[in-house]
């Protein structure tokens, strides 16, 4: 079989793979057990420390929790720098509660495995060992430097020395070999899923071949009496008439020979035209939007896809997963819109991007949030449902177009065109959902290089 289009199985794009939301949940948990633990520290044990300023470093990662709450949507998927980032600011926060409380000497030091665990198995390896070492260093900080544990009568509680050191080397250790372990299972994993995805895409490729040759031996079938017949008249007619005449009854006899052949050719083997991979950005955006462009919603180009005024006109690469993605989107949108659709395209040197603006309602704003989560109830408001009842909710479709576009490296914005508070518009505004895709160039274009490389000969499928 020959092999996907460039960027499809791609092991190295591993972002947006965490949500935002799992690791504010994961934070919440851990900012419960620390109140919890600094709380029954002082009140049970009769330890005595210093309370303000473990509330202090606590509250830090409460205030971040609830940034991330009300800044960004609940379905927002964080790239590997920002996974990075957060998981280094929670490592951080948990070294300053540390600090507080004893250093190694508290036995609440080794939870520093659980992001260096959790960044094995989201991360790449790169930005795991930059987490690792960065949970080494300040572990070796806070062995060496911390306010030591004081019972109400002074006494220090803390571990001889050889115990201590004991206890960083354990955590040394379990950072080396937990975030080993974690990261050779998942790439284990992710190697596993990206070759059953090659074999279903061969198996897909495989049956529409299984397909076409039933269809080619149907046709071979139906039109072999035809043929049959054509070429036994023409060779009666060869034998009977002279010159000119003689000459074209014995064409026709051929051509029919050649009918012959060229349907058995199409049953022995398909052709895999290399042409097709690639694509203007204009055409693959009108085959996108062809079977919606006829359903009583006028949708509108920006730029003309028959004109394609772009410049420079951009060569893309036509893969399936664009063309089905793009085309949900624009399902979506003419399936809520009242009159019109607009889709603009924009292209600059550093990205690609394509807006769908529709004149409907717009995405409700009790999950504008979570757009593009599955299975996401959508409950219409009355005379939405009677307009279309057959949209009891929305999920998958736009789930599906999500995943398909970013796996093509695309980033989804979702909007609406007005709040909930204006006026109601006029027919044909710009007034309803907005969704835009926008690739960096160099995920979805060609390079000049390619654009003016020889494709080579079209190769035949082969079992």
């Known amino acids: 079989m020959m092999a996907p289009p460039p960027g499809l199985l791609n092991e190295k794009r591993r972002s947006n793979w965490v949500r935002l939301r799992t690791l504010i949940v ?13 709380i029954i520290a002082r009140e049970v044990f009769d330890l005595d420390m210093n309370l303000g300023l473990c509330f202090m470093v606590i509250g830090v990662a409460v205030i971040a929790n609830l940034i991330a709450i009300f800044v960004y949507p609940e379905n927002k998927r964080l790239s590997e720098r920002e996974v990075t980032l957060t998981l280094m600011f929670d490592i951080s926060q948990l070294a300053a509660l540390l600090f507080l409380t004893g250093g190694l000497n508290n036995p609440f030091a080794l939870l520093m495995l659980v992001p260096v665990t959790i960044a094995a198995t989201a991360l790449r390896t790169a930005p795991t060992v930059i987490v690792g070492i960065y949970a080494i260093v300040l572990v070796t900080l806070v062995a060496l430097f911390n306010f030591p544990l004081r019972t109400e009568q002074g006494f220090v509680m803390q571990m001889p020395p050889v115990f201590v050191f004991g206890f960083w080397v354990a955590i040394v250790i379990g950072v080396v070999f937990l975030g080993a372990y974690a990261r050779r299972v998942t790439s284990e994993v992710n190697s596993m899923s990206e070759a059953l995805l090659a074999v279903q895409m061969a198996l897909a490729r495989e049956q529409k071949i299984s397909d076409l040759a039933g269809v080619v031996a149907a046709t071979a079938h139906e ?32 051509q029919a020979d050649r009918c012959r052949d060229i349907l058995q050719s199409m049953g022995r083997a398909g052709k895999d035209d290399l042409h097709l991979h690639q694509a203007p950005l204009c055409a693959v955006l009108q085959e996108a939007a062809e079977p919606h462009l006829n359903r009583g919603v006028n949708v509108i180009f920006s730029p003309d896809p028959i004109t394609c005024g772009l410049n420079p006109k951009p060569i893309v690469w036509r893969r399936p997963e664009i063309i089905h993605g793009l085309r949900n989107l624009i399902q979506n949108a003419v399936d809520f819109a009242e009159s019109t659709v607009w889709v603009d395209t924009t292209l600059t040197d550093e990205t690609v991007s394509i807006r769908i603006i529709d004149d409907g309602r717009g995405f409700s704003q009790h999950v504008i949030g979570r757009i593009g989560d599955p299975f996401v109830s959508f409950n219409p408001q009355v005379g939405e449902k009677t307009a279309r009842p057959e949209y009891d909710g929305m999920g998958l479709g736009l789930f599906i177009a999500k995943t398909l576009l970013e796996r093509s490296g695309a980033e989804l914005l979702f909007a609406n065109a007005r709040d909930s508070f204006s006026l109601q518009p006029e027919p044909g505004e710009r007034c309803g959902a907005i969704v835009e895709v926008i690739w960096p160039v160099n995920e979805i274009c060609l390079s000049e290089d390619q654009i003016g490389h020889g494709l080579g000969d079209n190769q035949p499928f082969t079992a």
């Open 223 to 254: 039109l072999g009496t035809p043929l049959a017949t054509i070429k036994l008249t023409s060779s009666e007619l060869a034998e009977d008439l002279q010159g000119e005449q003689r000459e074209d009854a014995l064409l026709i006899r051929d």
């Open 26 to 38: 994961l934070r919440w948990i851990a900012v419960t057990g620390q109140l919890a633990a600094t």
